[in-house]
DNA sequence: ACCTGAACACCGTTCAAGT
DNA sequence: ACCTGAACACCGTTCAAGT
């Protein structure tokens, strides 16, 4: 609020008479950028389409790095982002799920979004602070008695990690949810 | 910092001749906690042993809601809870993964995992600020013309979030990740 | 070696006062 | 109706000084 009273050349208190604390006037911020994220081409096969739908919602968060901590903040849904949330519940119904099932699977491709944008936020925090990469380091010096598997792996995670991994996990998560679903 | 020296009866600096700062503070109690989860008797059939072992995680991390926050910071691990991440990515293996699809693997059940724990703690802090649910408010009178899937599951919403939401979704990531990898 | 207190540079927010 | 400044109650951390 200080900053931001500052860059308005007014004093921090000022904001005060527009909005009633920060956590509001961060939920109106986060509905003006949901208004403005593009509208994507979408596939018609309904699989494909609801991939294409959550990548577009994980764009449109990733834009800002703040958005993520005011979503995890708790119960907050930009209404401009609804048409997003229908594509991909409508996606999931077309997919052979029920509307119960179709809610479950929005919470959990959701769960999944939060996830990978925090975890992708800090590891770029972490390589900006020019810190070493400790959880590579840990991962590449483990004993291959004790942890044969974990050592066998040493050479993979630092590929993991340059990779964007959000279409690796969601696309299984997706196929995961069709295949449970009792339907099937 | 100051919080803690009130605790211990000393000065907030007095801290800072054992630790370097708040951050290490935190990543040594994190490891402290870690070397404490229970160990859990893991099922023999992989894909049980796998869900088994990634539920045991989200259990002891779920334990102490800060902690999601220290491992949301950046790249953290806490090498007492090693032996965890070999039974997944062993799991992954004894499922047919190959190395480099276990490493995937790992990172996309624990992107799932933070992701859950951050949504789940969310929730409890908005629900402990005795605040209304906003986004059950907002699904519920969704405009049926123009979001009809929407709309179409309002009555689904309040039980998907009471229903403890981290199997479903880990289980159809595991199946997923097991069904797509190219093995198969 | 360990601890202290004052100080610095921040926060969000309340409250009484100004135009 | 809108804005201001002082103040309150916090943060993490630095630095010089104490035992």
């Known amino acids: 609020m200080r900053r931001l009273a500052v860059e308005l050349d007014s004093s921090a208190m000022a904001i005060y008479r527009h909005v009633r604390d920060k956590d509001q006037l961060l939920?109106?911020?986060?509905?003006?950028?949901?208004?403005?994220?593009?509208?994507p081409r979408l596939p018609r096969e309904p699989r494909r389409r609801l991939i294409t739908a959550c990548r577009a919602m994980r764009d449109g968060l990733a834009?800002?790095?703040?958005?993520v901590d005011v979503l995890a903040q708790g119960d907050l849904i930009a209404p401009?982002?609804?048409?997003?949330?229908?594509e991909i519940v409508a996606g999931f119904v077309a997919?052979?799920?029920s509307h119960a099932e179709a809610a479950?699977?929005?919470?959990a491709v959701w769960q999944?979004?939060?996830g990978e944008l925090i975890i992708k936020r800090g590891l770029e925090r972490m390589a900006n602070l020019g810190r070493p990469p400790y959880v590579l380091e840990v991962l590449t010096t483990v004993d291959p008695e004790r942890l044969p598997t974990l050592a066998a792996l040493a050479p993979h995670w630092a590929g993991a990690r340059a990779r964007d991994s959000y279409d690796i996990g969601l696309t299984a998560l997706i196929d995961g949810l069709i295949a449970d679903?009792?339907?099937r």
């Not at 401009?80 to 229908?86: K, Q």
């Not at 479950?104 to 919470?107: E, I, L, N, S, T």
């Open 27 to 39: 939920v109106l911020l986060l509905d003006r950028l949901a208004a403005v994220v593009p509208r």
């Open 63 to 67: 834009e800002y790095p703040w958005v």
């Open 80 to 86: 401009s982002i609804l048409w997003l949330m229908e």
């Open 95 to 97: 997919c052979g799920l």
């Open 104 to 107: 479950d699977g929005y919470r």
């Open 112 to 114: 999944f979004t939060v």
């Open 181 to 183: 679903a009792p339907g």
